[in-house]
């Protein structure tokens, strides 16, 4: 039966850091990435960067990548909110892979508004899995990375005048 190394996590993420925790830390990152739930989540968004749809629409997605045998453990993500826990734990892992879930009902609209380029993503849609900058508006990114901070601040200002 397959047990998810998640859980591994914890107790090196709380022990001191030294040397052997270091290398002990990074091979349970290797382990966790090749889980099937997280090459799921790679999988969906491997043609567009971006995966749009609904929750249960998810879960089913990885569920079928997975396999009948895996998905049906406890240790398999079964909602949203368990995706976002295992996120939680393994986020060192989710930033090296580029690798982001966003619920459109949770994003403050200024945000959308301003940072996200997804038509299709809404509330019949609510689930957003993108790698990197991939959902990202391009202004958004040039300004973000501008050294003067005024272009962020009359989007924000902007974004905020529009959302009222």
Not at 127 to 141: C, E, N, P, Q, T
Request: proline share 5%; hydrophobic share 40%.
């Amino acid at each position: 039966m397959w047990k998810s190394e998640i859980w591994e996590g914890l107790d090196l993420q709380v022990a001191p850091t030294c040397g052997q925790n270091s290398a002990k830390l990074a091979a349970w990152s290797e382990r966790v990435a090749q889980e099937p739930w997280i090459v799921g989540l790679r999988e969906l968004t491997e043609q567009k960067g971006r995966w749009i749809g609904t929750e249960a629409r998810l879960i089913r997605e990885l569920r079928k990548r997975a396999g009948e045998e895996v998905s049906t453990t406890g240790d398999f993500p079964s909602s949203l909110d368990h995706l976002y826990e295992y996120m939680a734990i393994a986020d060192e892992v989710f930033a090296k892979l580029e690798l982001s879930i966003e619920d459109y009902r949770e994003i403050p609209v200024e945000h959308f508004i301003y940072r996200f380029d997804v038509h299709e993503w809404g509330w019949d849609n609510p689930i957003l899995v993108h790698r990197g900058d991939s959902a990202l508006r391009k202004y958004y990114l040039r300004a973000w990375e501008h050294p003067d901070p005024l272009p962020l601040t009359l989007l924000l200002v902007v974004a905020k005048e529009r959302s009222g």
